[in-house]
Structure formats: C-alpha cells, structure tokens
C-alpha cells in the first residue's frame, strides 16, 4: 500500500465509498466529488485495465475507449507490477456477473 495515499482522510474517503448500495448512489457520491472529466478518466482505466485483461491489443483498446496508448501502457503496467487493485475489482465484477446469470 502506498503510504503517500494512506492518510485518515483517504481511509474516511474510502469507508464513505463502501457504504453506497446502489450503482445510482454512486453516481451521486461521485458526481458530487469529482468533475465529469475525472468520472470519465477513471471510468476509461478501468475498461482499458477489463480490455488488457481480456488480451485485448492496444489499437482496440485506443479504438473502443479513445485511450492513449500512454493511458493504456500506465494501465498496463499497474496490472503487471502494481498492487492488483485492477485485477481484484475485475475478477469480483466477473464474479458477480457470472453469479447474477446463473440465478
């Protein structure tokens, strides 16, 4: 864990995050925090970092998400040397995915 992040702020950021229940809750927290751009930029990493997984290339990747091939190649190498923060959220949401089709 990067210690420049880990603060008491950060951990009540966090905690205020886990609490939303719904995707539409979310939205709220998020449109209240961030700008529309800074939603976009996070919501673009993760699909590169879903795409990168999948064994995507970096022309589809730039093609489908409009990422640079700077944000893809960042994305890139989180996923290979960085704290698998990615490779976590990706393999729940599959989970979860995978869960909801079969009931």
Known sequence: ???KIKT???DKLFE???CME????CYQLFEDLCTV???QAIAQRMEVAAMLDAKRTYVEIAEKTGASTATISRVNRCLHYGTDGYKLAID???????????E
């Open 16 to 18: 205020s995050i886990l």
């Open 92 to 102: 729940r949401v599959k989970a979860k995915r995978e869960k909801e089709e079969q």
């Open 1 to 3: 864990m990067n210690k």
């Open 37 to 39: 751009n800074e939603i």
């Open 22 to 25: 719904t995707i539409d809750e």
């Open 8 to 10: 008491e702020l950060t």
